[in-house]
């Protein structure tokens, strides 16, 4: 998820445990699945760099808003190279940080999380498809809320939610119709006057060690 009109900006975290020096090429989607290779970046020996994300978009992409997600791609082992992303501003306030998956470990078909959901606050739920084939998932929501999602290769579907409640402790499990690991689910809380975000963080649940 690397773009939303709530944020007033994107800005990536590079943290390389290389010895060596390493090249990086982003490739940014958007929501269709349409592919965009970025400007690399080469980083240096166990270096730490802060890019904003839209010097790593080529020029004449800069000013789209249909953006998905995007994919760092390096040589390496894994992990030795790792980013976060953080969408600042949201409505205002403060920002949050969203970290990336290894697509190898991706593997569970369903995954869930459970957040506390301010008065007023709206979910903001990103769905990607991190494959090169059609895949599909349920997104079921602790209140009763659904909604099944169909994603064409490496496309984005965003869904923002309201609980049907003022305040309190909101649910979803994402259950995926299409290859396990398939989807990949991203999300943030965010109030209007931006008072209050936080991310929400999903959980792979053939990877966890306890409930």
């Known amino acids: 998820l690397i773009g939303l009109p709530e944020a007033e900006g994107t800005e990536l975290v590079f943290n390389s445990r290389s010895p060596q020096e390493v090249d990086v090429t982003p490739t940014f989607y958007k929501l269709d699945g349409t ?10 020996p166990v270096e730490i760099r802060y890019v904003d994300l839209k010097k790593l978009i080529p020029g004449q992409y800069r000013n789209d808003q249909d953006w998905g ?7 390496g082992g894994t992990r030795e190279l790792w980013a976060q992303l953080r969408l600042t501003g ?7 940080d ?11 078909e369903a995954q869930q999380a459970i957040w506390w959901a301010p008065p007023q606050s709206l979910a903001i739920i990103a769905l990607g498809n991190i494959t090169d084939a059609a895949t599909s998932a349920t997104v079921s929501f602790g ?3 659904s909604k099944t999602v169909n994603l064409p290769p490496h496309a984005t579907e965003i869904i923002r939610y309201t609980p049907n409640f003022r305040a309190g402790g909101a649910a979803v499990t994402i259950q995926t119709t299409g290859a396990a690991g398939s989807v990949i689910p991203t999300g943030l809380i965010a109030t209007k006057n931006g008072s209050f975000n936080s991310v929400i963080r999903f959980y792979d649940t053939r990877a966890a060690r306890q409930p």
């Open 143 to 145: 209140d009763g809320q």
């Open 90 to 96: 949201i409505n205002g306030g403060g920002g949050v």
């Open 69 to 75: 997600g995007m994919t760092l791609a390096f040589t």
């Open 98 to 108: 969203e970290f990336f998956t290894v697509p190898q470990e991706a593997r569970s």
């Open 35 to 44: 592919a965009i290779v970025g400007n690399s970046v080469r980083l240096k």
